[in-house]
């Protein structure tokens, strides 16, 4: 694995608790376990350290964070630099009157759902993940977010798969990630 | 550890925050909806302090959180605590070798899963949740951890529905809620 940010010793540490599960969900696919990360106090703390450093007095008012891993990092960051934490969701979780954003997997489809009324038009909003892949998921988050008139300051991630091209994938939008898995 | 008067300010802040969604997800259940408390940053710092403050000097080396809302609380307080964050999922969803715990729903069972090598034996943990109901989900989340040998010490929710008497169902373990919504 290489890292995006070499310059930081913190990335070392991080990138070194992230577990490669192989054949999940199928086979063929590398799967990267985070959650071994959140075992050590010390690499999950880190984590969230680079994020609030880069986006703390950026004027950012908006995380979103995508079901589920990314209700994982972004309330941290959220409540680290004092924006609010929008979960967006699988169809049907939210109560609310939500704005649904469909989106295409490798086999069908799914949806992503973000409560009416959450975010303001005009806010500055981060979409938060633990991982971009493809990028379609992160693609629909933005969309919800624009769609009321956020504007997205740049995606998150903790772990980006660039051969899987999801960067170029963003409506142009920055991507920022800590490691990156060849 | 605050006085009083500036406890009981912050809880009447973060029960105003939640929102209550009739009908939601079937007819006469009334939803309490948790989403509203996380847009507003103050109350939702405030939820988390209340649980930090509590549990900072019990020696807790494990924060549980019950996907999915539990792992919007469970991380910031893991963090704050020097803990380590273990989510506990739906089936299939974490990629590593599991322990599984089957419990029962209204209608059917459900099933939730821990990773093997999370915890440790004699570990001291907490396990949260945005809500108790009938406590059949925390007891679901007690019986994994206990199956380890991981010590519970308390049971950490949002709000509580005292009518649906989850409080009982938990027994000797104890459960610390910030709001009873009648």
Do not use: W
């Not at chain 1, 008012?61 to 680290?80: K, M, T």
């Not at chain 2, 969803?93 to 090598?117: A, R």
């Not at chain 2, 949740?129 to 010490?153: F, K, Q």
């Amino acid at each position: 694995m290489s890292a995006c940010r070499d310059e930081d010793p913190r990335i070392h540490g991080i990138k070194t608790k992230i577990r490669v599960v192989p054949n999940f969900p199928k086979p063929g696919i590398m799967f990267q376990d985070i959650t071994t990360l959140l075992l050590d106090p010390k690499a999950f703390k880190d984590t969230i350290d680079l994020f609030v450093e880069r986006y703390k007095g950026k004027n950012i008012s908006v995380v979103a964070g995508v079901e589920a891993r990314g209700f994982i990092f972004g309330p941290p960051i959220a409540l680290a630099i004092g924006a609010k934490f929008v979960p967006l969701r699988k169809p049907r979780k939210l109560p609310g009157q939500v704005i649904s954003e469909e989106y295409i997997l490798e086999y069908g489809r799914d949806c992503l759902e973000m409560h009416v009324g959450a975010v303001e038009p005009g806010e500055r909003a981060l979409v938060v993940d633990d991982l971009i892949a493809t990028g379609g998921t992160l693609c629909a988050a933005m969309n919800l977010l624009e769609c009321v008139g956020a504007e997205v300051v740049e995606c998150a991630c903790l772990i980006e798969l660039p051969e899987l091209k999801g960067r170029g994938r963003l409506k142009g939008k920055p991507l920022y990630v800590l490691v990156e898995y060849q | 550890m605050a006085s009083e008067d500036c406890q009981d300010a912050r809880i009447a802040r973060i029960a105003a925050a939640i929102r209550a969604i009739p009908n939601f997800p079937k007819p006469g259940i009334l939803f309490q909806d948790i989403t509203t408390l996380l847009l507003d940053t103050r109350a939702f710092r405030d939820t988390i302090d209340l649980f930090v403050e509590r549990y900072k000097d019990k020696d807790i080396s494990v924060v549980a959180g019950i996907e999915a809302r539990g792992f919007i609380f469970g991380p910031p307080v893991a963090l704050a605590i020097g803990a380590k964050f273990v989510p506990l999922r739906k089936p299939n969803k974490l990629p590593g070798e599991v322990i599984s715990e089957e419990y029962s729903l209204e209608y059917g069972k459900d099933k939730m899963e821990m990773h093997v090598g999370a915890v440790q034996a004699g570990e001291r943990a907490l396990v949260i949740d945005d809500l108790i109901a009938t406590g059949g989900t925390l007891c679901a989340a007690i019986s994994l951890l206990e199956r380890v040998a991981v010590h519970v010490v308390e049971c950490a929710c949002v709000i509580e529905l005292p009518e649906l008497k989850g409080r009982e169902r938990l027994g000797d373990k104890p459960l610390f809620v910030l709001v009873d919504a009648a």
